[in-house]
Each structure stands twice: as structure tokens, then as C-alpha cells.
């Protein structure tokens, strides 16, 4: 049982389980892709590439989000102006 269970184990490991040789990720790359907690790379369109590109490189934010983040910086500046000047 353990012997048909540790083929089993290697075979997946090594890339023996059905893929095509143009298609095997070199061990190593497996071992940093599991270390790192990748499963697999994903086939992307040419499209798709685009708009995760886009998203990527927007600087649209939502109002919500702006007024928080705005909200949060004038809360913390008075914080450290007042942690400032109290023991000045």
C-alpha cells in the first residue's frame, strides 16, 4: 500500500500525471510554487492581460475609500502634532 502510494505521490510531484512535456513545470518551480502556496498558473487571454492591466495602472478610487483615507490622515496627524507638542 505504501509503495503504490508513494508512486502515486512522485508522479504527481514530478509532473507525470498525464501532462505533455511542453507542458511540465521544471521540479524546482514546483517546489517554490508550493512553498509560496501557488497551485497553478493561470492561461490568460490577451484581453483579459489587458484589463488586469488596466486595473492595475487605474487611479480611480471610490468616494467611500477617499473620504476614509482622508478621514484617517487628519485623525493621525492631529494624533502625532499632539504626541509632538506634549512632550516638547
Same mark, same amino acid.
Given at each position: 500500500?505504501?509503495?503504490?502510494?508513494?508512486?502515486?505521490?512522485?508522479?504527481? @510531484? %514530478?509532473?507525470?500525471?498525464?501532462?505533455?512535456?511542453?507542458?511540465? @513545470? /521544471?521540479?524546482?518551480?514546483?517546489?517554490? *510554487?508550493? $512553498?509560496?502556496?501557488?497551485?497553478?498558473? %493561470?492561461? $490568460?487571454?490577451?484581453?483579459?492581460? +489587458?484589463?488586469?492591466?488596466?486595473?492595475?495602472?487605474? %487611479?480611480?478610487?471610490? /468616494?467611500?475609500?477617499?473620504?476614509?483615507? *482622508? @478621514? *484617517?490622515?487628519?485623525? %493621525?496627524? +492631529? &494624533?502625532?502634532? &499632539?504626541?509632538? +507638542?506634549? &512632550? +516638547?
Amino acid at each position: 500500500m505504501r509503495g503504490a502510494m508513494s508512486a502515486t505521490l512522485c508522479a504527481a @510531484v %514530478l509532473g507525470g500525471d498525464g501532462q505533455s512535456e511542453t507542458n511540465r @513545470v /521544471p521540479w524546482w518551480r514546483t517546489a517554490i *510554487n508550493w $512553498v509560496c502556496g501557488i497551485e497553478k498558473t %493561470l492561461e $490568460v487571454t490577451a484581453e483579459e492581460n +489587458a484589463e488586469i492591466a488596466h486595473r492595475q495602472t487605474s %487611479l480611480d478610487e471610490q /468616494p467611500l475609500y477617499r473620504t476614509l483615507c *482622508n @478621514v *484617517n490622515a487628519i485623525a %493621525l496627524t +492631529a &494624533f502625532a502634532i &499632539f504626541i509632538w +507638542a506634549f &512632550f +516638547a
